[in-house]
């Protein structure tokens, strides 16, 4: 028997996936890999996505109504590769008759550890030690040499308390933390954590920790005045999305001391970082490492080969987004 491969619906990666991702999708189509090592350009994702049944996305690509104007009728599901989806415009998709999927669940642990991580560099000044022992610096031990902050009994505030704020609370509180948190949508007893005014968290926090999603509510939650409510030996941590953060404003606390130190995964314009914080010593920069474990990673892009697997089967999808 000869098989019709023109049948078999299109699948485009964006970017290359672990081999099980790539495996599970030759299951139900041909699927189409980007061959740069680089987020595509928007007209070339609207070449790649053109008679695509399903895209494998990055949350470096934005798939909006330009984009989708180059894709086919036949597009059935744009599965992104993060549990973020700022990058999707999620109505225009739905309009266009597609499911967006995420992948929550899979990346909490890895994330809320590389928070903690971000903590303890910024307030036990760890980089800033690195940077000192690779400059080939004189220094010795003394009672007064390169002192931090201790996290016990200090205030944890936690802006979004998803899985993953409620993660970084749990670790938190085995640091020896309070935990207080903003969230008016969460109602769950949250035995770890008393809810507060978005206020009352930035003037108490001795650590402010970011973990809402970037919406047109929460874009530069954290501006200039929202700094200045924070007390000036604070540390902010952001693993979120860059945006709720206002960088420039971020930039000039934190030199003029209006907050102690910063820890940030993310940034407003990835992968651009504002001049401003990198010849700043009292801020962590990480190049979004929240999810980058090699078992996390490779769940996050088999959870979203499997929505497509099962939106192309007929099925419901696994991890749908709703629509707003
Ligand atoms: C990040 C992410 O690594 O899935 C997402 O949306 O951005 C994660 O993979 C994390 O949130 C940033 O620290």
């Known amino acids: 028997m000869t098989i019709d491969n023109t049948l078999r619906p299109r699948i485009v990666a964006t970017r290359t996936l672990p081999d099980t991702a790539l495996a599970r999708l030759r299951t139900v189509g041909d699927v189409w890999v980007s061959p740069h090592d680089r987020p595509l350009s928007p007209s070339e994702l609207g070449r790649a996505v053109a008679g695509a049944t399903a895209v494998v996305t990055m949350l470096s690509d934005r798939i909006d109504a330009a984009v989708l104007a180059a894709a086919s009728s036949g597009l059935r599901i744009v599965a992104n590769t993060a549990v973020g989806y700022d990058n999707l415009d999620v109505r225009a998709i739905a309009r266009h008759g597609a ?42 031990w003394d009672v007064s040499f390169m002192l931090g902050t ?87 941590i952001n693993t979120a999305r860059g945006a709720v953060v206002d960088e420039a404003a971020l930039a000039q606390a934190l030199s003029t001391g209006t907050i102690a130190g910063a820890g940030l995964d993310v940034y407003e314009n990835e992968p651009d970082v504002h001049p401003g914080l990198r010849t700043l010593d009292n801020v962590v920069l990480a190049p979004h490492l929240g999810s980058a474990t090699v078992g996390t990673r490779a769940r996050m892009a088999e959870l979203a080969a499997d929505n497509v697997v099962a939106v192309l089967c007929g099925r419901d999808a696994i991890t749908p987004v709703s629509v707003p």
């Open 99 to 140: 499911v967006v999927t995420n992948t929550p669940g899979v990346l909490t642990d890895a994330t809320a550890d590389l928070t903690l991580a971000l903590l303890l560099a910024g307030t036990r000044r760890v980089a800033e030690g690195d940077r000192l022992v690779r400059s080939g610096a004189a220094w010795t």
């Open 150 to 236: 201790g996290l016990q009994d200090k205030r944890l505030g936690v802006i979004g308390m998803g899985h993953i704020g409620r993660a970084v609370a749990r670790r938190a509180a085995a640091f020896g933390m309070e935990i207080v948190n903003s969230s008016r949508r969460d109602s769950r007893p949250e035995a770890l954590s008393l809810p507060v005014g978005l206020d009352e968290l930035l003037e108490t926090s001795d650590v402010v920790s970011v973990h809402c999603p970037l919406t047109s509510q929460t874009r530069h939650l954290i501006d200039a005045v929202a700094l200045e409510h924070m007390k000036p030996s604070a540390f902010l």
